[in-house]
């Protein structure tokens, strides 16, 4: 999908939607140094540990979710916040159906 317009506001939740067994993203904005991504999770749904080369703040903007960084687990809901290091192993998983904005920074 295409980036969000510029100097507008952004209703964050209307923004992406939930789909059936699926994980739905929007890209928000992405520069050269860096980009923000909006997420929709359906219950149960994921994606599988990976890594990544920079810093990324995760922003629960509703539901639940389960959030392993290097084998620890973390439980976040509606409002809740976490920094996954780079180059440190990590997933996701929707306890349940979840939204988030992901702000990755390369630096």
Not at 23 to 50: M, P, Y
Not at 80 to 88: G, Q, S, T
Not at 92 to 102: G, H, P, T
């Amino acid at each position: 999908m295409s980036t969000a317009s510029k100097s507008e506001i952004l209703t964050l939740l209307e923004m992406v939607n939930y789909q059936d067994a699926a994980v739905v993203s929007r890209q928000i904005t992405k520069a050269e140094a860096g980009n923000v991504t909006l997420f929709a999770f359906d219950k149960d749904q994921g994606l599988s540990e990976h890594t990544a080369p920079f810093d990324a703040l995760v922003h629960i903007l509703e539901g639940e979710a389960r959030i392993i960084i290097s084998g620890k687990p973390f439980d976040l809901k509606t409002g809740d916040a976490i920094i996954m290091p780079a180059n440190e192993p990590h997933a996701l998983k929707a306890v349940q159906r979840f939204k988030m904005l992901l702000t990755m920074i390369h630096a």
